[in-house]
Structure formats: structure tokens, C-alpha cells
């Protein structure tokens, strides 16, 4: 029987992912392509947003900036 107050397995799991996954994939799918797009302008790159984002998915791998942090909490 559960502890009056604390929360089971999965409510714990299911709170954690709403609190810090949900910012997380909302920072890296959208405020990261934001802020890196003046980046991409000042190097020269073609001001197009379509030209930009064939160049962002492109990448070896998923810019996250200081979004890594939100991932450790989650992990």
C-alpha cells in the first residue's frame, strides 16, 4: 500500500516527462531552430527558410544548447 502523499511508479514517470519532456522537445524542435538562425545568417547562408532548414536537419546530429540540461533531469 501506497504512502499517503506519494506518488506510484508511473505517476512519478508521467509527471516527470510533462514537466521536463515536454519543454524539452518543444526547445529543441522549436526554440533552438529560432535561435540558431541568425548563426546560420551571419556565416553567410542563404536567407531562405527553406534553404535553412535543409541545412538544420542535414546535421550529424541534434543541436540542443543548453536544453542538455532538462535532458539530464529527465534521464
Known amino acids: 500500500m501506497a504512502e499517503p502523499?506519494?506518488?506510484?511508479?508511473?505517476?512519478?514517470?508521467?509527471?516527470?516527462l510533462r514537466r521536463?519532456?515536454?519543454p524539452y522537445v518543444f526547445g529543441v524542435l522549436v526554440?533552438?531552430?529560432v535561435a540558431l538562425y541568425p548563426?546560420?545568417?551571419?556565416s553567410?547562408?542563404?536567407?531562405?527558410?527553406?534553404d535553412y532548414w535543409q541545412h538544420y536537419v542535414a546535421l550529424p546530429f541534434l543541436p540542443n544548447g543548453?536544453?542538455?540540461f532538462l535532458w539530464q533531469l529527465l534521464a
Open 66 to 68: 543548453q536544453l542538455w
Open 31 to 33: 526554440l533552438i531552430p
Open 20 to 22: 521536463l519532456g515536454v
Open 5 to 16: 502523499g506519494r506518488k506510484r511508479n508511473w505517476g512519478f514517470v508521467r509527471d516527470r
Open 44 to 50: 553567410g547562408g542563404d536567407p531562405s527558410l527553406t
Open 39 to 42: 548563426a546560420y545568417l551571419a
